[in-house]
């Protein structure tokens, strides 16, 4: 029996899982990672240490089901979007990656987008300091010696497919999180390249996420006890790869990933660039489709952040927050944990409790910390709307959807039904190993990439709905109220 392969080189983690031909999971592997913040603003990884992880994981899964890893026919790849991953001319790390949730190069990014403003339609987004091309004018400027080494510019996942395959390449949905891709011609940009300083020499060459993108190396082959003909997948962005593992394919299908940041994610039959709202217009994971994204920077990770400030265990909290939960908090949270960009676009913007008295217990701040995360949402849909996509339904995915309370808060909060998946907490690391599939065998992507069973359907609360209101209101005010104190000096 064929198996697949997929790995998604998270931020918070590497994650890898095996499945078969039924797509049925037969072993997983999560090892965790950690992220350097050696300058406020800013937020780095070591590439090295992805392709540690990764080997990590890939012990583990021979150690649970060495004839199964043996098997796989073909291997896809997820990851964190944005990150500089800057090779010189041995394919060698010039500096630590610059990572999506880096503000550094807020200063750059408005210069990009004031001096080129044609460029955002076509880019599919204006510039924001997240994106791969003004961490590059940031680099030109403040390390202008390792700009002038950089031989190639990559993603973070394709590092990971440089190991394996030996080929610098990278796929349509990742790609497009650089500000270099147009997105409408599915190709590089060379006005947008030249306006940062780089040549299309210095890309990688582009394939569809469900083509193939190499074959593994024989070394890496024998190490795992491979084949010598495993095909390695284009794969996709970690919100492409995630809408793939969801079935998400098709044009209005819609859902929110609630991971270490979070996407509310629609998918478009053809390229409808909204950048005036703040809304991300970029290419699918399969060909000849697009979708609208509205990206925050703080998901999952906000509550993660709770718990370790609580020194207590999450399920634990969820467990005692649900069970004192009778109405909306009083206290509002702002999520702004490492800034923002849908959408406010201010990688100032920090973390608030609001409302804090001497009666305030810990499931207060835990239910003002789902709150806020879910008020965040529904700026991203109101975002969306302004964009001419209106949203009438939404599943679920990511380590943040095993939570039905956090589900029945999303609910009302945004007055949407919530759909919970089987599965769906695997999120984009599923999704690679069925683009990988797609690759292998040149299926149609309508009959590999089908909607998981749904778990459950939480449908918004009227009274609840009608209580979240003025808190929304509330929420809104308070950051532009702070905001001239976030950037501050």
Same mark, same amino acid.
């Given at each position: 029996?064929?198996?697949?392969?997929?790995?998604?080189?998270?931020?918070?983690?590497?994650?890898?899982?095996?499945?078969d031909?039924?797509?049925?999971?037969?072993?997983?592997?999560?090892?965790?990672?950690?992220?350097?913040r050696?300058h406020?603003?800013?937020?780095?990884?070591?590439?090295?240490?992805?392709?540690?992880?990764?080997?990590?994981? *890939?012990?583990?899964?021979?150690?649970? !089901?060495?004839?199964? /890893? #043996? %098997? =796989?026919?073909?291997?896809?790849?997820? &990851?964190?979007?944005?990150?500089?991953?800057?090779?010189?001319?041995?394919?060698?790390?010039?500096?630590?990656?610059?990572?999506w949730?880096?503000?550094?190069?807020?200063?750059?990014?408005?210069?990009l987008?004031?001096r080129?403003?044609?460029?955002?339609?076509?880019?599919?987004?204006?510039?924001m300091?997240?994106?791969?091309a003004?961490?590059?004018?940031?680099?030109?400027?403040?390390?202008?010696?390792?700009?002038?080494?950089?031989?190639?510019?990559?993603?973070?996942?394709?590092?990971?497919?440089?190991?394996l395959?030996?080929?610098?390449?990278?796929?349509?949905?990742?790609?497009?999180?650089?500000?270099?891709?147009?997105?409408?011609?599915?190709?590089?940009?060379?006005?947008?390249l030249?306006?940062?300083?780089l040549?299309?020499?210095?890309?990688?060459? *582009?394939?569809?996420?469900s083509?193939? !993108?190499?074959?593994? /190396? #024989? %070394? =890496?082959?024998?190490?795992?006890?491979? &084949?010598?003909?495993?095909?390695?997948?284009?794969?996709?962005?970690?919100?492409?790869?995630?809408?793939v593992?969801?079935?998400?394919?098709?044009?209005?299908?819609?859902?929110?990933?609630?991971?270490?940041?979070?996407q509310?994610?629609?998918?478009?039959?053809?390229?409808?660039?909204?950048?005036?709202?703040?809304?991300?217009?970029?290419?699918?994971?399969?060909?000849d489709?697009?979708?609208?994204?509205?990206?925050?920077?703080?998901?999952?990770?906000?509550?993660a952040?709770?718990?370790?400030?609580?020194?207590?265990?999450?399920?634990?909290?969820?467990h005692e927050?649900?069970?004192?939960?009778?109405?909306?908090?009083?206290?509002?949270?702002?999520?702004?944990?490492?800034?923002?960009?849908?959408?406010?676009?201010?990688?100032?913007?920090?973390?608030?409790?609001?409302?804090?008295?001497?009666?305030?217990?810990?499931?207060? /701040?835990?239910?003002?910390?789902?709150?806020?995360v879910?008020?965040?949402?529904?700026d991203?849909?109101?975002?969306?709307?302004?964009?001419?996509t209106?949203?009438?339904?939404?599943?679920?995915?990511?380590?943040?959807?095993?939570?039905?309370?956090?589900?029945?808060?999303?609910?009302?909060?945004?007055?949407?039904?919530?759909?919970?998946?089987?599965?769906?907490?695997?999120?984009p690391?599923?999704?690679?190993?069925?683009?990988?599939?797609?690759?292998t065998?040149?299926?149609?992507?309508?009959?590999?990439?089908?909607?998981?069973?749904?778990?459950?359907t939480?449908?918004?609360e009227?009274?609840?709905?009608?209580?979240?209101?003025?808190?929304?209101?509330?929420?809104?005010?308070?950051?532009?109220?702070?905001?001239?104190?976030?950037?501050?000096?």
């Amino acid at each position: 029996m064929a198996h697949y392969l997929g790995i998604d080189v998270g931020t918070s983690a590497v994650k890898a899982i095996l499945v078969d031909e039924q797509q049925t999971s037969v072993a997983e592997a999560d090892i965790p990672l950690q992220i350097s913040r050696p300058h406020d603003l800013w937020s780095e990884q070591d590439p090295d240490l992805w392709w540690e992880a990764v080997q990590t994981a *890939l012990d583990q899964l021979r150690t649970r !089901s060495a004839s199964a /890893l #043996a %098997d =796989i026919r073909g291997i896809g790849l997820s &990851g964190q979007m944005h990150g500089a991953v800057l090779l010189d001319a041995n394919d060698r790390p010039l500096r630590p990656a610059i990572l999506w949730n880096d503000g550094r190069s807020f200063r750059e990014a408005q210069e990009l987008r004031d001096r080129y403003p044609e460029l955002s339609h076509a880019m599919g987004v204006i510039p924001m300091p997240g994106f791969t091309a003004p961490k590059l004018v940031w680099l030109a400027r403040h390390e202008p010696e390792i700009f002038r080494a950089v031989r190639k510019v990559m993603l973070p996942k394709d590092y990971i497919r440089l190991k394996l395959t030996g080929d610098i390449v990278t796929e349509m949905s990742d790609a497009a999180g650089t500000w270099w891709l147009d997105e409408g011609k599915r190709d590089w940009s060379d006005a947008a390249l030249a306006a940062t300083g780089l040549s299309r020499d210095q890309m990688p060459r *582009l394939v569809e996420g469900s083509q193939a !993108s190499g074959i593994l /190396l #024989a %070394d =890496i082959a024998r190490r795992w006890g491979l &084949g010598s003909d495993v095909v390695v997948a284009g794969g996709a962005g970690d919100a492409a790869a995630g809408a793939v593992g969801l079935g998400a394919i098709d044009d209005g299908s819609a859902f929110i990933s609630l991971g270490t940041s979070g996407q509310l994610f629609v998918t478009t039959r053809s390229f409808s660039p909204a950048p005036e709202a703040v809304v991300h217009s970029f290419c699918h994971a399969v060909p000849d489709r697009w979708f609208q994204m509205a990206a925050m920077l703080n998901a999952a990770s906000c509550l993660a952040w709770g718990a370790q400030l609580l020194k207590r265990d999450i399920g634990q909290l969820l467990h005692e927050t649900e069970a004192a939960y009778t109405k909306p908090s009083s206290l509002l949270f702002l999520p702004y944990l490492t800034g923002e960009r849908t959408p406010h676009n201010d990688p100032y913007a920090r973390g608030v409790f609001f409302g804090l008295s001497p009666q305030t217990q810990q499931t207060d /701040l835990v239910q003002a910390i789902l709150e806020g995360v879910a008020f965040s949402f529904a700026d991203a849909k109101e975002c969306l709307a302004q964009a001419g996509t209106p949203l009438t339904y939404a599943g679920m995915i990511g380590g943040g959807s095993r939570s039905a309370f956090w589900a029945r808060i999303f609910a009302s909060v945004l007055d949407v039904r919530m759909l919970r998946y089987h599965g769906s907490d695997k999120g984009p690391a599923f999704g690679a190993a069925r683009l990988a599939r797609l690759a292998t065998t040149g299926e149609s992507p309508d009959t590999v990439c089908t909607p998981p069973r749904i778990l459950e359907t939480i449908e918004p609360e009227p009274q609840l709905v009608d209580l979240y209101r003025p808190r929304i209101d509330a929420f809104r005010s308070l950051y532009r109220a702070l905001k001239p104190e976030f950037s501050r000096p």
